[in-house]
């Protein structure tokens, strides 16, 4: 099942921060982010693997927490590059071991 | 570059036809993953080879087919095409078998258009 992304769509100056949500309804193995933009192919984030395990890739990191399945993933201090296309893939526990990714968050940094 | 190529780039076809997409994966990854993109549905998983074997299915159509070969490229094949097939479709791959344990490396995608 695919998993809900939360918000649609947000807007930013930069410098602002935002956090995008992942939310399953099944119990979760693992949570993938991934970034797209405009035209392009979707570029690996950092991938989370235990509950309450937290990540980090520069100013932009990422939790799980496996009891509520669900990620959220937090970018700090934005820049105009971080502007794009935010999907989380999830691969439930006991599943077979695909991705199922959710419709995708989509950002917009402003000058 | 990811390192995944994916040939053609852009491909217009009327319905009815049938292409064949080309991936090729990164140097010495065993597993090749399809996903379809449309405006409104995300990336669909469609299908995961791992080493010549279909590893994992997803909403693949009946229409569509793939498979893996010796060296390790992999094609998507698709028939009898509706205008609702329009789409990129992304190949990707990672080293090994299991999908949620290792980041996957996406292609440049085919955009095929169907007239």
């Known amino acids: 099942q695919q998993p809900v992304q939360s918000p649609q769509a947000v807007i930013l100056r930069e410098g602002e921060d935002a956090v995008i949500n992942c939310s399953s309804s099944?119990?979760?193995?693992?949570v993938h982010w991934y970034r797209q933009k405009h035209g392009e192919a979707p570029v690996f984030l950092m991938i989370l693997l235990k509950g309450g395990e937290q990540k980090g890739h520069e100013k932009i990191s990422a939790s799980f927490n496996e009891k509520k399945q669900q990620s959220s993933l937090y970018l700090t201090a934005s820049q105009l590059s971080y502007s794009g296309t935010y999907f989380c893939?999830?691969?439930?526990?006991?599943?077979?071991?695909?991705?199922?990714f959710g419709k995708g968050t989509k950002l917009t940094v402003n000058p | 570059d990811s390192g995944v190529t994916q040939t053609p780039k852009h491909l217009i076809t009327a319905t009815g036809q049938r292409v064949t997409l080309r991936c090729s994966p990164r140097s010495g990854d065993l597993s090749v993953y399809w996903y379809q993109q449309s405006l409104d549905q995300g990336l669909q998983f469609l299908i995961q080879?791992?080493?010549?074997?279909?590893?994992a299915k997803g909403n693949i159509l009946e229409r569509f087919s793939a498979q893996q070969f010796p060296d390790l490229h992999s094609e998507l094949n698709l028939s009898s095409l509706e205008l609702g097939d329009s789409a990129l479709y992304f190949c990707?791959?990672?080293?090994?078998?299991?999908?949620?344990?290792?980041?996957?490396?996406f292609g440049p995608g085919t955009r095929l258009t169907v007239l």
């Open positions: 893939g999830t691969e439930k526990k006991g599943g077979s071991e695909k991705l199922v």
């Open positions: 990707a791959s990672s080293p090994l078998g299991t999908s949620g344990r290792y980041e996957q490396f």
């Open positions: 099944k119990a979760l193995y693992s």
């Open positions: 080879y791992y080493n010549g074997e279909e590893r």
